[in-house]
C-alpha cells in the first residue's frame, strides 16, 4: 500500500509530534529534542498477537527496549494498557518477563482495571464475556493524581446531628461526609477501577484494529498532567492519545510504526480539528502536499464517514448497538 508517510518521517502537528518509527530505538531522540515528560500513556500489542515488525519479534525485548528509551524525569508516571491473552483456552502471563525488569529498574506503583462496559457477546469457552484489561502504573517518586471525579461522598463521616445541612425524608439529619470542619470537597482522586466504555469506532478508525476509546486517554491525562505538558505515547496506532491531548491543551510527542498507521494519525486528527495542519519535520509542506509530492491519492475521508467502510462500519455499529 502507497502512504504519504515514510519511516523517518516525523509530523509537526499544532505542537504535537508525531514519529514514523520504532520506540524501542535510540531513534525517539529526533522526537523528543532532549525534553522529558511527566507521563506516559500507552496500550502497546499484547503478547506476539500481530506482527507489527519484519523478522523476528519478542515482546519482552520490545517492551524493555521501550521502557529503556522512557525520556522521563524525576516523576515520570508510566501507565500501560494490557489486556489477558489466551492460547490453547488458557490465559498466558506474556508480561512476567517484563514485569520482574521492571521490578527491578522501576517502581511498580499500582495495578489498575479498565472496567470496558458490557461483556463482548459470544461463547468464550466456558468462562465469562471479557469486559475488562489491565492498566500498570510505574514511576520512580509518586505523583499525586489530580482531583478530576466529582466527589458525592469525599472526605470524613460525620455522625448524624453533628452537622444539620442535609436531611432525610423525615426532616431528621442525616450521616454525611465532610471533610473535618470544611464543606465537601468538589472533585476527587479517581478510583482504581476506570469506568469507561469500550471503543466503537467508526469512519477512519476502523482502519486500526486495536484502538481504545478518547475518554480512557482523557482520563490519564488528566489525572497525571496539567495544561501545556507533554505526554509521551510509544505505541501511537490510530493516534487516540494524541486526540485526548489536543483536547485537554497537553501536547503529546508520539511514536508509531507503521507509516499506513501514521496517515491514519494525521487523517483522524485533520477530521477531529479540520483548521489544524501536519508539517512535514524539515520542509514547509503540508500532509496534502506530501502527498501530492509522493504520488499519493489520499482516500475522501468526508464520503468515508458518511458512507463508512461498508462491513466494516456494519460491524462498527452493531458492536455499538451492543453496548447502548
Ligand atoms: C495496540 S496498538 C495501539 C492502539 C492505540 N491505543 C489507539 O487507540 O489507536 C499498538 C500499536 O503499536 C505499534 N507498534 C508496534 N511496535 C512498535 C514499535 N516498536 N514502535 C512504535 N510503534 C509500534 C503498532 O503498529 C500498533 O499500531
Redesign the pocket.
Known amino acids: 500500500m502507497n502512504t504519504v508517510t515514510q519511516p523517518g518521517d516525523i509530523w509537526n502537528i499544532d505542537g504535537h509530534r508525531v514519529l514514523c518509527?520504532?520506540?524501542?530505538t535510540k531513534s525517539i531522540d529526533r522526537l523528543m529534542q532532549g525534553k522529558t515528560v511527566p507521563l506516559l500513556f500507552?496500550?502497546?500489542?499484547y503478547d506476539n498477537q500481530r506482527e507489527?515488525?519484519q523478522g523476528s519479534f519478542n515482546w519482552t525485548e520490545?517492551m524493555i527496549g521501550?521502557c529503556k528509551n522512557i525520556p522521563f524525569q524525576d516523576d515520570t508516571q508510566v501507565l500501560i494498557n494490557l489486556g489477558l491473552f489466551y492460547r490453547k483456552k488458557e490465559w498466558v502471563m506474556y508480561w512476567d518477563e517484563w514485569m520482574k525488569w521492571m521490578g527491578e529498574h522501576w517502581k511498580r506503583a499500582g495495578w489498575y482495571v479498565w472496567d470496558q462496559g458490557w461483556g463482548l457477546p459470544g461463547d468464550w469457552s466456558g468462562r465469562f464475556a471479557p469486559s475488562h484489561e489491565f492498566v500498570f502504573h510505574f514511576n520512580y517518586n509518586e505523583r499525586r493524581p489530580n482531583k478530576i471525579v466529582k466527589s458525592i461522598t469525599g472526605g470524613q463521616m460525620v455522625k448524624a446531628g453533628r452537622i444539620d445541612t442535609i436531611r432525610n425524608k423525615k426532616g431528621k439529619a442525616d450521616s454525611v461526609y465532610t471533610h473535618a470542619g470544611q464543606p465537601i470537597q468538589d472533585f476527587k482522586i479517581p478510583d482504581s477501577v476506570v469506568r469507561i466504555n469500550r471503543q466503537a469506532s467508526v469512519g477512519i478508525e476502523v482502519e486500526?484494529p486495536?484502538?481504545?476509546p478518547i475518554p480512557f486517554a482523557e482520563f490519564m491525562i488528566k489525572s497525571f498532567s496539567n495544561e501545556g505538558d507533554i505526554v509521551y505515547e510509544?505505541?501511537?496506532?490510530?493516534?487516540?492519545?494524541l486526540m485526548a491531548a489536543e483536547l485537554n491543551k497537553r501536547k503529546c510527542y508520539c511514536?508509531?510504526?507503521?507509516p499506513e498507521?501514521v496517515d491514519i494519525i494525521i487523517r483522524r486528527f485533520y477530521r477531529m480539528f479540520p483548521n489544524s495542519a501536519a508539517i512535514l519535520e524539515g520542509t514547509e509542506y503540508n500532509f496534502q502536499e506530501v502527498a501530492q509530492d509522493r504520488g499519493v491519492e489520499l482516500p475522501n475521508d468526508d464520503e468515508l464517514y458518511r458512507t463508512g467502510t461498508g462491513s466494516k462500519r456494519k460491524e462498527a455499529i452493531s458492536t455499538l448497538m451492543e453496548y447502548l
Open positions: 518509527g520504532d520506540s524501542t500507552t496500550s502497546p500489542p507489527y515488525k520490545m521501550m486500526h486495536a484502538i481504545f510509544p505505541f501511537a496506532g490510530s493516534g487516540t492519545t511514536v508509531e510504526i507503521a498507521y
